[in-house]
């Protein structure tokens, strides 16, 4: 498994496994373990709440439905939760936005390029119950300044269709 293919994965279906937006917390729980990490979105209010498996975070209303995905990739490496209980695929992070691109078209996932700074720009992906967003840094000052070889700084994941009040 590459890298590449789980963020393509992530692009057509919204997710990363069982890992997804609209996601029951127990239901992960129970197939994954106990997150590695935990805690309040606000020190104010107990809900939303986060949790991290591996480099996974997820954000969580008082349903206990996940609302958001987040991936930080600008690690050497990416922890990933595997298919069975409790464990963990260590993958290499480094993604260009030819590789991503590249996985992209031949999954036949399309998007739009958001470019709000100079610096960066973000492919915005409609996936199944989820918009995905995959944000590069050029390290340039013009937009077009080595885009094919921008890295993958991180993505997220999130759903706009749930609402318990909480979120």
Same mark, same amino acid.
């Given at each position: 498994?590459?890298?590449? /293919?789980?963020?393509?994965?992530?692009?057509?279906?919204?997710?990363?496994? *069982?890992?997804?937006?609209?996601?029951?917390?127990?239901?992960?729980?129970?197939?994954?373990?106990?997150?590695? *990490?935990?805690?309040?979105?606000?020190?104010?209010?107990?809900? %939303?709440?986060?949790?991290?498996?591996?480099?996974?975070?997820?954000?969580?209303?008082?349903?206990?439905?996940?609302?958001? #995905?987040?991936?930080?990739?600008? /690690?050497?490496?990416?922890?990933? %939760?595997?298919?069975?209980?409790?464990?963990?695929?260590?993958?290499?992070?480094?993604?260009?936005?030819?590789?991503?691109?590249?996985? #992209? #078209?031949?999954?036949?996932?399309?998007?739009?390029?958001?470019?709000?700074? %100079?610096?960066?720009?973000?492919?915005?992906?409609?996936? %199944?119950?989820?918009?995905?967003?995959?944000?590069?840094?050029?390290?340039?000052? *013009?937009?077009?300044?080595?885009?094919?070889?921008?890295?993958?700084?991180?993505?997220?994941?999130?759903?706009?269709?749930?609402?318990?009040?909480?979120?």
């Amino acid at each position: 498994m590459s890298f590449t /293919n789980v963020l393509t994965a992530l692009a057509a279906t919204g997710g990363i496994g *069982d890992f997804r937006p609209l996601a029951s917390l127990e239901e992960l729980a129970e197939k994954h373990g106990r997150p590695s *990490d935990s805690g309040r979105g606000s020190s104010e209010h107990e809900w %939303p709440y986060w949790l991290r498996y591996g480099d996974v975070r997820l954000e969580a209303c008082e349903c206990r439905i996940v609302h958001s #995905l987040q991936l930080e990739t600008w /690690n050497d490496t990416v922890t990933i %939760p595997a298919d069975r209980f409790g464990e963990y695929v260590a993958l290499e992070a480094s993604t260009t936005f030819r590789h991503l691109e590249s996985g #992209l #078209l031949v999954a036949g996932v399309s998007w739009t390029t958001i470019t709000r700074r %100079p610096d960066q720009f973000t492919l915005e992906v409609e996936a %199944p119950h989820a918009t995905v967003h995959f944000t590069f840094v050029t390290g340039g000052d *013009d937009e077009e300044s080595g885009k094919d070889d921008a890295l993958l700084y991180g993505v997220t994941a999130q759903e706009f269709t749930h609402w318990c009040g909480q979120s």
